[in-house]
């Protein structure tokens, strides 16, 4: 019957093994896949912050001209290529009027050219303030969304981690389980095979 009891073993320490391998290439497998998870999630951040990087830099180039602007300093807008090309042409076509009329350095003509330079001065300033809010609002959008980038994949790397070390508790907890099935398994066939010999014992 010795034989019997070593086949009880043998077969318990096969199941032991085979549990301890399952479950070793289940924590491998969990590991793995949340590590891929991840990189995978940091990736798509990544992707998108290049993206958005250049809505980004323009709104960071145009927000010194803007603060600027608002405290005063209109030298940005007066000296841009569109505010001067559209003064000069309305400065020219006042030359060319008054010069027709035989009175281009006239008060009449110099009155016209400061009313004109004052309107227009008035009509762009408006228009300057908006295209830079506009530039630094595109900006802040990109901006805003990739922090918002950021902090979903960092809830979702977080999830995925979270999730993981779940899964490897619980495969471990299943290990002890099984571990423990095995031992109350073979002790029973153990104790059954001793009840079995005494009574063939008591028999013969």
Do not use: H, W
């Not at 090309?85 to 006042?94: P, R, V």
């Amino acid at each position: 019957m010795s034989g019997i009891a070593t086949a009880i073993a043998g077969s318990a320490i096969v199941s032991y093994v085979g549990s301890k391998k399952a479950s070793k290439a289940a924590a491998t497998a969990t590991k793995d896949s949340a590590a891929l998870a991840t990189q995978e999630a940091s990736r798509q951040f990544d992707v998108m912050q290049e993206t958005l990087a250049p809505y980004r830099d323009i709104g960071e180039d145009f927000l010194p001209q803007l603060r600027s602007f608002m405290r005063g300093n209109y030298r940005g807008y007066l000296e841009s290529p569109d505010y001067k090309f559209t003064l000069e042409e309305g400065e020219k076509a006042i030359g060319r009027k008054a010069s027709a009329a035989g009175s281009r350095y006239g008060g009449r003509a110099l009155k016209e050219a400061v009313g004109y330079a004052e309107g227009l001065a008035s009509t762009f300033t408006d228009k300057y303030f908006k295209r830079l809010f506009n530039t630094i609002g595109l900006g802040s959008s990109a901006a805003a969304g990739t922090a918002q980038g950021a902090l979903q994949t960092g809830q979702t790397n977080a999830g995925v981690i979270t999730q993981a070390g779940q899964n490897l508790a619980s495969i471990n907890l299943q290990q002890g389980q099984n571990v423990s099935n095995i031992a109350q398994s073979t002790a029973g066939n153990l104790v059954t095979l001793k009840m079995y010999n005494d009574m063939l014992d008591k028999i013969g």
